[in-house]
Each structure stands twice: as structure tokens, then as C-alpha cells.
């Protein structure tokens, strides 16, 4: 598949947008994060402690970024998933989970 030079142009000046559009939201407030984020981040870590189908040996990490919260890690199982997800949801501030959580057994 060829690109005529103009769509070409085209493709890498929203490619380079997108990009920068993403270092934007990091230099506004760092690599922590802006305050409100580290909120719910602290608070959906603190929900996630309180359910014992999530302890060790389950890995669950949590980053939020502009009140999106991304969990990634590894359970054992689709519940445990699921649980995570309906759990990051409840946190005061959240706006949308993207779980990333993956299984153990490599199942879906």
C-alpha cells in the first residue's frame, strides 16, 4: 500500500500530535502524576486491599491518569479479574477502568 506525499505528510503530523499529546499530560504534572490522581490511586489500592480474592498471590498494580484508571497484573482467575475492575470502579473520582489485569493460566 502506497501513500500519495500529501496523505503521507497527513499521517505523520497526527502521529507526531498524538505523541506530543501524551508528553503534554506527563510535564503538566510529572511522572507521579497530578494530585488528584494520586488520589484515586491511593484510594483504589485501598479498596483492592480490602477484598481478600486479591491478595498475594495476585499481582495487581494501579496508574491513573486523568482520572482513568489502568490495572495491570496477573490473577487467577476471570472472577478475580472482574472483581478488580468493579472494585477500581467505586473509588471516588474515577471516570473509566482499562483493565489489563491478564490470568495466571494464560486463559481469557
Known amino acids: 500500500m502506497t501513500f500519495a506525499p500529501r496523505a503521507?505528510?497527513?499521517l505523520v503530523a497526527l502521529a507526531a500530535v498524538w505523541a506530543l499529546s501524551g508528553c503534554a499530560s506527563f510535564s503538566r504534572c510529572g511522572l507521579e502524576g497530578c494530585a488528584p490522581?494520586?488520589?484515586?490511586t491511593a484510594h483504589v489500592r485501598t479498596l483492592l486491599n480490602q477484598h481478600e480474592a486479591l491478595e498475594a498471590p495476585n499481582l495487581v498494580t494501579v496508574q491513573t491518569l486523568d482520572r482513568v484508571v489502568y490495572l495491570k497484573g496477573l490473577v487467577?482467575?476471570?472472577y478475580q479479574k472482574q472483581l478488580a475492575s468493579y472494585v477500581a470502579s467505586q473509588a471516588d473520582g474515577v471516570i473509566r477502568v482499562v483493565?489489563?489485569?491478564?490470568l495466571e493460566n494464560g486463559s481469557r
Do not use: A, S, V, Y
Request: aromatic letters at 0%.
Open 37 to 40: 490522581d494520586r488520589e484515586i
Open 76 to 78: 487467577g482467575t476471570p
Open 8 to 10: 503521507l505528510h497527513c
Open 99 to 102: 483493565n489489563l489485569i491478564g
